[in-house]
């Protein structure tokens, strides 16, 4: 079991949709969470980081994460023909993990006019 | 402020051949960080150097890859001889410190025939 997975899609939708991407993870350890999104040729940029359970809302991005359950969700409102990109989950353990991250594989998103 | 530059953007090879990569990080960055991200997946960590120095190179097949980052600057990634399976996007990061933000370059993308 991979220790973390996430949907590959790809998913489509119509501009102005709610998007809502997800990932889980197996490894109690990871305590922090973040969000990248990747254009096509491009390296990941940072989206969105969040460390507690709940919600954490930056414009039209809310992150959302439920440790019990070990999911951590993105969701995009008012979705924009340029969000369309791959998005990573990433994790890393507290103290001593620095930023060695665990990726998710990606989930690619196309928002079609 | 410039960001995270690598060179070549491209490289095709044969296996059994050598390839090097470049990577400057955005000036005064502390931490550099050497990812490879296979098709369909997400990057995985390959090294990272805290200045000069190596903090984890723990997946680092280093039967054939070496990493160095002289004078706590530029790095290079050498891959000696090369597999198919090396076939990725190699992407360079760096970072202020270890736990700060990543900042991503655009990656160099390998194909081994």
């Known amino acids: 079991q991979k220790e973390v997975e996430q949907d590959p899609g790809p998913l489509s939708v119509p501009e102005g949709a709610i998007v809502s991407l997800n990932c889980t993870y197996s490894?109690?350890?990871?305590?922090?969470f973040m969000w990248y999104r990747q254009y096509s040729r491009k390296g990941p940029e940072l989206l969105m980081y969040?460390?507690?359970?709940g919600n954490k809302e930056d414009g039209r991005f809310t992150a959302q994460v439920d440790k019990s359950s070990k999911y951590i969700s993105l969701f995009i409102r008012d979705s924009q023909p340029s969000d369309s990109a791959t998005y990573l989950c990433?994790?890393?353990?507290?103290?001593?993990?620095?930023?060695?991250?665990?990726f998710g594989t990606g989930t690619q998103l196309k928002v079609e006019l | 402020e410039a960001g995270v530059a690598q060179s070549p953007r491209y490289k095709i090879i044969e296996k059994r051949q050598s390839v090097a990569f470049w990577c400057n990080p955005i000036?005064?960055?502390?931490?550099l960080y050497w990812y490879q991200q296979i098709l369909g997946q997400g990057p995985k960590l390959l090294i990272q150097?805290?200045?000069?120095?190596?903090?984890?190179d723990s997946q680092l097949p280093k039967d054939r890859f070496s990493a160095e980052r002289l004078k706590g600057v530029d790095s290079t990634l050498k891959i000696q001889p090369a597999k198919l399976e090396d076939s990725a996007v190699y992407l360079c990061?760096?970072?202020?410190?270890?736990?700060?933000?990543?900042?991503f370059g655009s990656g160099t993308q390998l194909s081994v025939l």
């Open positions: 990061a760096s970072s202020p410190g270890q736990k700060e933000k990543l900042f």
């Open positions: 490894n109690s350890a990871f305590q922090y």
């Open positions: 969040t460390y507690s359970s």
């Open positions: 990433a994790m890393t353990p507290p103290s001593g993990g620095g930023n060695k991250l665990t």
């Open positions: 000036s005064g960055h502390a931490t």
């Open positions: 150097f805290q200045n000069n120095g190596v903090v984890d």
